[in-house]
Every structure is written in structure tokens, then in C-alpha cells.
């Protein structure tokens, strides 16, 4: 069984630090794409950064203040959150595509973040 556990969230203060954690386990091969998405309760779930073998893409507004970054020993993805806002406040949720021929989509369980002004 494929599986994606995250680890990390918490409480902060605005301008303070979080690293996420999210680990892939089980029968998962030829990951093409980690990353990690954000929701907040009646919004939209949205892309905060993604890294490929040869890409990384990062949302506007996290530009410069979180970096992404990828174990391909560990199967494991970081977020590395700096400079953090209120607005960052949500539900981070990992995000790993695999497979080859056929290609899966899997997800975390979701990892809260808050950030107080």
C-alpha cells in the first residue's frame, strides 16, 4: 500500500519558521512530481511549490521565502517556510505523482499550519 505521511504543521508567530516533512512509503516507483498544496476553509486548493528531476515551480507568493526540496533516497519532500505571514495560515497537503506507463496521484492527509499576527 502506497502511502504519504506528513509531518510538521504547527502554530507560529508572523515571521517565524516551519519546515513540512512528507514521506512516500510502500510500493511507489518512478516519482515524477512532489509537491505541496495548500487549502484554506472555502477556498480553492492551491499549488504552493512543486519540484520535478528537472523543474521546480514555486506560487507567487511564497516566491522567496519557502524552498522545496526532495530526498530521492527517502522518497521524502520538504517545505522549508520562512518569513511567514498570517495569509499562509491553511491545510498543506503533500502531493505526489508516480508511476510509468500509468501515472497515480496521491495525497497526504493534510497538515495544519497557522500563522498569528
Known amino acids: 500500500q502506497v502511502q504519504l505521511v506528513e509531518s510538521g504543521g504547527g502554530s507560529v508567530q508572523a515571521g517565524g519558521s516551519l519546515r513540512l516533512s512528507c514521506a512516500a512509503s510502500g510500493s511507489i516507483f518512478r516519482i515524477r512530481t512532489m509537491g505541496w498544496y495548500r487549502q484554506d476553509p472555502g477556498k480553492q486548493r492551491e499549488l504552493v511549490a512543486s519540484?520535478?528531476?528537472?523543474?521546480?515551480n514555486y506560487a507567487d507568493s511564497v516566491k522567496g521565502r519557502f524552498t522545496i526540496s526532495r530526498d530521492h533516497a527517502k522518497n521524502t519532500v520538504y517545505l522549508q517556510m520562512n518569513t511567514l505571514k498570517p495569509e499562509d495560515t491553511a491545510v498543506y497537503y503533500c502531493y505526489v505523482q508516480y508511476g510509468w506507463p500509468n501515472v497515480a496521484d496521491l495525497w497526504g492527509q493534510g497538515t495544519q499550519v497557522t500563522v498569528s499576527s
Open positions: 519540484t520535478t528531476d528537472t523543474n521546480t
